[in-house]
């Protein structure tokens, strides 16, 4: 499966942006996702990761309470609402996918996934 990863940007402090993550395949229900980031000068760590089904999420401990993953399956896309952005969530943001046998079934670990996306980079601005 392909994964296109867009729209980061520039927002200042406080501001929204919405990345989405559009599939190639029609089989994506098949698939668990998520969201990983990486900053200048550090490794690349988990964001977000929703089940195949959609009923199963979590997140980095960071990002609680101001990021929502979530997927339409109409459009084979997983989307990352990220509200209330700060400097540090500057970073560039990568979504992933692995095919998954249980429809629950998260994944946190960058090792878990086979499939990801160019990346798209969003900066915030203090």
């Known amino acids: 499966v392909q994964l296109q990863a867009s729209g980061g940007g520039l927002v200042q402090a406080g501001g929204f942006l919405r990345l989405s993550c559009a599939a190639s395949a029609r089989t994506f229900t098949s698939y668990a996702a998520g969201w990983f980031r990486q900053a200048p000068g550090k490794e690349r760590e988990f964001v977000a990761a929703?089940?195949?089904?959609?009923?199963?999420?979590d997140y980095r401990d960071s990002v609680k309470g101001r990021f929502t993953i979530s997927r339409d399956a109409s459009v084979d896309t997983v989307y990352l609402h990220m509200y209330s952005l700060k400097p540090e969530d500057t970073a560039i943001y990568y979504c992933?996918?692995?095919?998954?046998?249980?429809?629950?079934?998260?994944?946190?670990?960058?090792?878990?996934?086979?499939?990801w996306g160019q990346g798209t980079e969003v900066t915030v601005s203090s």
């Open positions: 992933a996918a692995r095919a998954s046998v249980r429809t629950t079934t998260i994944y946190t670990n960058s090792g878990s996934y086979n499939f």
């Open positions: 929703i089940s195949r089904s959609g009923d199963s999420t």
